[in-house]
T-cell receptor
């Protein structure tokens, strides 16, 4: 069964810093991997979806990479801002492309200090 | 992107009553929908897979008689929490894959359930 681990569990950094969030998964036979953002008391906001054929995906200040062979993905946030404060979740399909649902990591709780 | 809508966003119910949460795919058809639950400070956990026209598939440890799932049409799945108790208080969120975009998975807004 797919297992997803995220490190660190929490991170607090000053505004402007570049930072990396890590995600590892056990079953590498996946077609894609997704990163989400969750604000307190809110639902999920999809940030980036990386297909297995891609090595990375970029959206604005966010860049996510995927290395299936090592079972790892990273989310890079450039020039962090207080508005980036949230919990970031990594999710990998339970099988293939997600026909059996997703397994989420426990998230990285990020605080950007003004 | 595709839109998945959940209703209600917030619900408070008395212990022992039942509450229904709806998940709709607004602009695409979904033969499969997924229901997740998130307890405070925990991650999202898959509860069950809702299948249009057939029985739902439940994850280990999820009581199918307590969490009734009905996928009556290609755009609607419902989750009914029966005889709710305070320990069922949680964040429930659904998702559906859109076959038009390579089965990209879209999530609803989520529903906060508080049982008092």
């Amino acid at each position: 069964k797919q297992e997803v681990t995220q490190i660190p569990a929490a991170l607090s950094v000053p505004e402007g810093e570049n930072l990396v969030l890590n995600c590892s998964f056990t079953d590498s036979a996946i077609y894609n991997l997704q990163w989400f953002r969750q604000d307190p008391g809110k639902g999920l906001t999809s940030l980036l979806l990386i297909q297995s054929s891609q090595r990375e995906q970029t959206s604005g200040r966010l860049n996510a990479s995927l290395d299936k062979s090592s079972g790892r993905s990273t989310l890079y946030i450039a020039a962090s801002q207080p508005g980036d404060s949230a919990t970031y979740l990594c999710a990998a399909p339970n099988s293939g492309g997600g026909a059996d649902g997703l397994t989420f990591g426990k998230g990285t709780h990020l605080i950007i200090q003004p | 992107g595709a839109v998945v809508s959940q209703h209600p966003s917030w619900v408070i119910c008395k212990s022992g009553t039942s509450v229904k949460i709806e998940c709709r795919s607004l602009d695409f058809q979904a033969t499969t929908m997924f229901w997740y639950r998130q307890f405070p400070k925990q991650s999202l956990m898959l509860m069950a897979t809702s299948n249009e026209g057939s029985k739902a598939t439940y994850e280990q440890g999820v009581e199918k008689d307590k969490f009734l799932i009905n996928h009556a049409s290609l755009t609607l799945s419902t989750l009914t929490v029966t005889s709710a108790h305070p320990e069922d208080s949680s964040f429930y969120i659904c998702s559906a894959p859109d076959s038009r975009s390579g089965n990209t998975i879209y999530f609803g807004e989520g529903s906060w359930l508080t049982v008092v």
